[in-house]
């Protein structure tokens, strides 16, 4: 295979049954233009490692690097090392691309190289959550993006040379969430615009909220607010603590949505079990997520006065 104008760097761990998905998707995709798909298999301990050999056989545009799990900025910076593309296109292993999803990139990135040829930007595409497995692509498509994230690895695309600039991924986000966020406050900084897709349209499989979820997504939100605290301790700006909800406002809000504390992980559960069975999973997954919110200004705050402490500052 010729050299790619672009690589696809999918991370992964023990995800095989949507990972499969995403993968055949990006290995159909309309563009005769060469470009890569490189997955960095971060230890999964399932069938990733038997899917990943079954395909990598039969495409020789696919490969993959496997390493002992070390996380998600490790594994996304590996990506930048492993990868032959001009630029690198980011995509969670839980995402299904359209056909067009590389072709789309590619021509983003051409049509804003012509309107200021000086100026380096990177490509956000469009994320659509579905919960259905069976009927991925079949997601209602909003009429424009409505998230206003700097820098979203589910679906993005840069010039390689500009993650190597600012030094890729910072490694000690050991824990989910913020790294690619953080990543972006240090491209913006640069001056690296950003140019929003539709069409690089990805749709990003969450599946159906339970009640056996709370303590999963407890965890994630104390692992949430402990990184939200190595964040703001690098970047310690207004936009930052607005992003990591490290505000007094901020506290006012969770304090009215958990009623003080009463709604937590185990006094919602009743309630959200009820609202589950009445087949009210959208609504049941918006309220728990917004009761949970308060483990990670928990986690933030210990994190942060942890922080204080250790500069020799009071807590």
């Not at 790619?4 to 760097?9: D, F, W």
């Not at 969450?206 to 692992?223: G, M, N, Q, S």
Request: glycine letters at 6%.
């Amino acid at each position: 295979m010729s050299a790619p104008t672009l690589s696809v760097v999918v991370t992964t761990y023990n995800r095989a049954a949507i990972l499969e998905k995403a993968l055949v998707a990006l290995l159909n995709q309309d563009t005769p233009e060469p470009h890569e798909i490189l997955v960095i298999d971060d230890g999964s301990t399932d069938e990733t490692p038997e899917l990943l050999a079954r395909l990598e056989a039969a495409h020789a545009q696919l490969r993959h690097v496997a390493q002992p799990n070390q996380g998600r900025a490790v594994a996304r910076n590996t990506g930048i090392r492993e990868a032959r593309g001009e630029f690198l296109c980011y995509v969670d292993s839980d995402v299904v691309v359209v056909p067009g999803f590389v072709r789309a990139h590619l021509e983003a990135h051409r049509a804003a190289r012509r309107v200021s040829p000086a100026r380096e930007v990177f490509v956000q595409g469009l994320s659509v959550n579905v919960d259905d497995f069976e009927r991925l692509t079949e997601a209602k498509v909003p009429p424009f993006d409505p998230s206003r994230a700097f820098f979203d690895t589910k679906n993005v695309s840069i010039r390689r040379s500009i993650l190597e600039q600012v030094g890729g991924f910072d490694l000690g986000f050991v824990e989910y969430g913020w790294e690619d966020l953080e990543l972006g406050t240090r491209l913006k900084a640069l001056g690296v615009g950003i140019v929003r897709s539709k069409e690089a349209l990805g749709f990003h499989y969450h599946p159906r909220f339970t009640v056996a979820d709370l303590p999963r997504l407890r965890r994630i939100e104390e692992e949430r607010g402990r990184m939200a605290a190595r964040f703001l301790q690098m970047h310690p700006t207004l936009d930052v603590r607005l992003m990591t909800q490290e505000t007094p406002l901020h506290d006012v809000l969770n304090f009215i949505a958990t009623w003080g504390g009463v709604w937590n992980e185990r006094t919602l559960r009743p309630a959200l079990a009820l609202v589950e069975r009445l087949g009210w999973h959208g609504f049941a997954a918006q309220w728990a997520q917004i009761v949970l919110n308060q483990y990670n200004l928990v986690e933030l705050k210990r994190a942060r006065r942890a922080q204080r402490l250790a500069a020799g500052n009071n807590p």
